[in-house]
């Protein structure tokens, strides 16, 4: 009987048949943050009277273009990562591999156009496998980052997306005459070097351009970069430090007041 107060541990599971072997993975959570491990498990059952050894089976991580991969078209996936696979029980009909996964600190979080997938069967061929996407979520301090943007400087953001190793972030100024009537979107691109925080903030912005023939409006970008080593933004229970972060970003927002119009 289940008890009342029991919660069962929330599991991602696929299926593939790659005949004569029917595959099932099981991945532990549902959803990860950058640099978090993920493990589980991928079984192996031989419906075949054929033996068939734990070294033809294959599991890989790559980052998937979803709209090529919900067309199984031929490169969807990029480079396959091997990751390995340590056989905890099995006969030559059924076959358990345990797996764990570490993901890399800037790795692509899940958006629009992409996410990580898990390949897993018995062939290199991409196409061939059977695939399992992940939900890859951004660091909490880039969330707890962007949020000071919204409940202290009244920002609103519009996305999050994965660039070029980094986790862009687009955000709207406040409506109606703010000191940022200037700036007509800002992109926040955060990444880490190490155990160092990188911001860099792109502005795109009005100025008055005076001209002999009259004054012009023309639109620049402006940009900023700061580096955060971890005692000045990190607390110690793995948070951000608010205070700090806000004062960090309102010497950015300060310059970019003053721009002229």
Request: proline share 5%.
């Amino acid at each position: 009987m289940v008890q009342p107060n029991s919660k069962e541990i929330a599991q991602l599971k696929g299926t593939s048949f790659q005949k004569p072997l029917e595959f099932r993975i099981q991945v532990d959570g549902e959803s990860w943050t950058q640099g978090s491990v993920i493990e589980g498990t991928l079984e192996a059952h031989n419906h075949d009277t054929a033996p068939i050894g734990p070294e033809k089976f294959r599991l890989f991580v790559a980052h998937g273009d979803l709209k090529k991969v919900k067309a199984a078209r031929v490169g969807g996936f990029d480079a396959l990562v091997p990751i390995d696979l340590s056989p905890e029980q099995g006969t030559g009909n059924g076959i358990r591999s345990r797996w764990k996964l570490q993901l890399e600190p800037n790795t692509p979080i899940t958006d629009k156009s992409g996410s990580l997938f898990l390949l897993y069967g018995a062939t290199e061929d991409p196409i061939s496998l059977g695939h399992l996407q992940l939900m890859i979520e951004p660091r909490q301090i880039y969330q707890d980052y962007v949020d000071i943007l919204k409940t202290d400087f009244r920002f609103s953001e519009r996305y999050k997306k994965s660039k070029k190793e980094k986790v862009e972030v687009k955000m709207m100024p406040p409506e109606g005459g703010s000191a940022y009537a200037t700036v007509e979107q800002l992109l926040v691109y955060f990444s880490l070097d190490g155990d160092r925080l990188h911001v860099q903030y792109q502005f795109s912005v009005k100025e008055i351009d005076a001209m002999e023939s009259g004054v012009e409006i023309k639109k620049r970008k402006k940009t900023f970069e700061q580096t955060f080593g971890p005692s000045e933004y990190l607390l110690s229970n793995g948070r951000l430090k608010f205070d700090h972060i806000q004062a960090a970003i309102q010497k950015i927002l300060e310059q970019v007041a003053r721009t002229n119009f």
